[in-house]
């Protein structure tokens, strides 16, 4: 047989070792989470918070949170993620409100082990199942046909009344890079059948930090820890939470529906009416308890999780995030996206958060956050640019989508028989053609709003509102004159405003 020399074997070992993740040397930090069910309102202030509206006089709102004989409203059964003080599961670990139904926020830095004590109260068989951490077979959690047995299987589903111990690492091939925040926004579910399990609940936050400077690290040693580089952190899933997808909704018509008998559950309107365009799992402004300190260091740790409908634009009215080296207002989420976002808050009042999805933003998707005036907190620097002026009017106008008449890439006319464009030209008794009325900003000299501004590069803008230019240091000045037969105002995304000047209505206590 043939025989490796003991020289080439020690090289071949320390190439193996090489390939490995590097040996955990942190802390081993130990979780002790139960499985439950619950019953979860959607809105337990009972309202539209953003509108301030009683769901009896909020049509959409009410389409989505008031049970009938073939609606089940604002209640759910649900199952989550709880964290206990010890392995007798007798004492609930204290979560904040805003969390919602995310499990509780795991923590763990470079070199460590995360040790999750997993026991399952709830009626059928669940995981744990972690990203952005190291993990082996025997501590995947996931289940599907890979080749595994015994020991190696266990982790794949907890049954009832089971319990199971996990085991995961980040070694230095899972730590944020060095153009990375200290901290990265991670997640961990349940991945028996992951659509279900997560509709279901059964999600939480995980969150990675690089090891810290000084001797005590990025996370002190409390228990839960806590960052020492930041004041805040929050966490927010946005999703439109399916429950038509839960384990529970048969029995959930069964509870909040007052005539059971005559739920269709492949009506579409039903369907719709289980779709829950939730922030943390609450909707409409419901979501309690985010507040901060102004000019404080605030991390947002965000992520989506859902299908095709679950694309979000996250906005924070009123302060800048900075996401990846950029400053931005809004945060793109997508299914299975994780973000991390700093926030330095300037302005002092409560805020909106919400997705610009237009359907999201109306069926839902919405929170406020309030900045306080807490003490010590440094002046706004006084700007020493210019002061740029604007004179935007709002005006009704009829426009024409298609001023041609023919199509620029065939040469058609746009309203020939049977051609891709008639059904959007043709005008008829039930189509209302190529033509509509429209509402535009428009700019004028001054304040007298008698001679437009006409920039010849500004010709391509079309239906656009005149484009607003400043540099550093300057201010805005708009005058706005409100021509239209409606109420409008104008909103901006990417400079700073006070309360006064944000242009969005919504119930924040002003």
């Not at 982790?155 to 901290?183: F, K, L, R």
């Not at 509709?199 to 228990?223: E, F, Y």
């Not at 529970?248 to 779709?275: G, L, M, W």
Request: proline residues 6%; negative net charge.
């Amino acid at each position: 047989m043939w025989a490796m020399e003991p020289g080439h074997l020690f090289w071949a070992l320390l190439f193996i070792q090489s390939l490995w993740p590097q040996l955990t040397d942190g802390t081993t930090r130990v979780y002790y989470l139960g499985i439950q069910d619950v019953q979860w309102n959607y809105a337990p202030k009972g309202r539209n918070v953003i509108t301030d509206q009683t769901l009896d006089n909020d049509i959409v709102a009410s389409r989505f949170l008031k049970s009938d004989k073939n609606r089940i409203g604002n209640s759910y059964k649900k199952t989550i993620y709880k964290a206990y003080t010890d392995g007798s599961y007798k004492v609930e670990a204290p979560q904040p409100a805003w969390l919602g139904f995310l499990g509780p926020v795991l923590w763990a830095e470079v070199g460590d082990v995360i040790n999750i004590h997993l026991k399952n109260f709830a009626s059928r068989s669940y995981t744990i199942h972690p990203h952005g951490v190291f993990y082996k077979k025997d501590s995947e959690g996931s289940l599907y046909p890979d080749r595994t047995s015994g020991r190696l299987k266990a982790d794949d589903s907890v049954p009832p009344g089971g319990s199971y111990i996990y085991n995961w690492t980040i070694p230095e091939s899972h730590a944020p890079t060095d153009t990375d925040p200290a901290c990265l926004t991670w997640i961990y579910h349940s991945h028996v059948d992951a659509p279900r399990d997560i509709a279901t609940g059964l999600i939480g936050p995980l969150v990675t930090c690089k090891r810290g400077t000084d001797p005590s690290g990025t996370l002190d040693g409390n228990n839960p820890p806590q960052r020492q580089d930041v004041n805040s952190d929050f966490f927010l899933l946005f999703s439109v939470v399916d429950e038509n997808l839960s384990w529970h909704i048969d029995e959930n018509i069964n509870t909040y529906c007052s005539n059971p008998s005559t739920v269709n559950k492949e009506d579409e309107a039903f369907q719709e009416s289980n779709r829950m365009h939730a922030i943390n799992g609450f909707v409409f402004g419901n979501l309690p308890d985010l507040s901060m300190c102004a000019h404080n260091h605030v991390a947002w740790h965000l992520f989506g999780m859902g299908n095709e409908v679950d694309v979000h634009t996250a906005f924070f009215h009123g302060q800048m995030l900075t996401i990846r080296g950029h400053h931005t207002d809004v945060a793109n989420l997508f299914p299975a996206t994780f973000v991390t976002a700093e926030m330095v808050p300037q302005e002092p009042g409560t805020w909106l958060i919400s997705c610009q999805v237009n359907s999201h933003l109306r069926d839902g998707m919405q929170a406020l956050y309030r900045v306080e005036s807490c003490s010590n907190v440094p002046p706004m620097s006084l700007l020493t640019g210019n002061v740029r002026k604007y004179f935007i009017e709002a005006h009704e106008i009829k426009w024409n989508y298609g001023t041609m008449g023919h199509d620029g890439s065939s040469g058609n006319n746009l309203k020939e028989p049977d051609s891709g464009s008639e059904k959007f030209f043709q005008r008829s008794a039930g189509r209302i053609g190529g033509t509509y009325w429209k509402v535009r900003y428009e700019a004028f000299q001054d304040e007298t709003f008698q001679e437009r501004v006409q920039l010849e590069e500004d010709k391509h803008l079309g239906i656009l509102g005149p484009v607003i230019r400043a540099e550093v240091g300057d201010t805005i000045l708009v005058i706005f004159y409100n021509r239209a037969s409606q109420p409008f105002s104008i909103q901006p995304h990417g400079v700073f405003y006070k309360k006064d000047y944000e242009g969005t209505v919504y119930n924040d206590g002003e």
